[in-house]
């Protein structure tokens, strides 16, 4: 069993950073992660994911903006956020799903098992 607890939300005027964290605990070592974020009215949309090896992917719209990455000891995922956007405003999700050494996680909902309560972030303009 997975949990995920994640932190760091906040709000922040356009052009600023956040770092959002998610604590972690159980079978992380062998699982795929990644940040979701879902704004009101809208669906829940994959934004960077990380791999067993730490490759990472992430959705356009951040590209250049936000960096995923993972510890181990202790067992955390972040996700930094720079020149955020209004439209970066949403509830931030952490996700993660068993999986093997070289798969490559992709960005949709239905691939992850384990999900976080999320932590809020809005960006004023």
């Known amino acids: 069993q997975v949990q995920l607890v994640e932190s760091g939300g906040g709000s922040v005027q356009a052009g600023g950073s956040l770092r959002l964290s998610c604590a972690a605990s159980?079978?992380?070592?062998?699982?795929?992660m990644a940040w979701f974020r879902q704004a009101p009215g809208k669906e829940r949309e994959g934004v960077a994911t990380?791999?067993?090896?730490?490759?990472?992917t992430y959705t356009d719209s951040v590209k250049g903006r936000f960096t995923i990455s993972k510890i181990a000891v202790p067992d955390m995922l972040y996700l930094q956020m720079n020149s955020l956007k209004p439209e970066d405003t949403a509830m931030y999700y952490c996700?993660?799903?068993?999986?093997?050494?070289?798969?490559?996680?992709?960005?949709?909902?239905?691939?992850?098992?384990?999900w976080g309560q999320g932590t809020q972030v809005t960006v004023s303009s």
């Open positions: 996700a993660a799903v068993v999986c093997s050494r070289g798969s490559s996680p992709g960005l949709g909902r239905s691939e992850y098992t384990y």
């Open positions: 159980g079978w992380t070592y062998s699982s795929c």
């Open positions: 990380i791999a067993r090896d730490g490759k990472t």
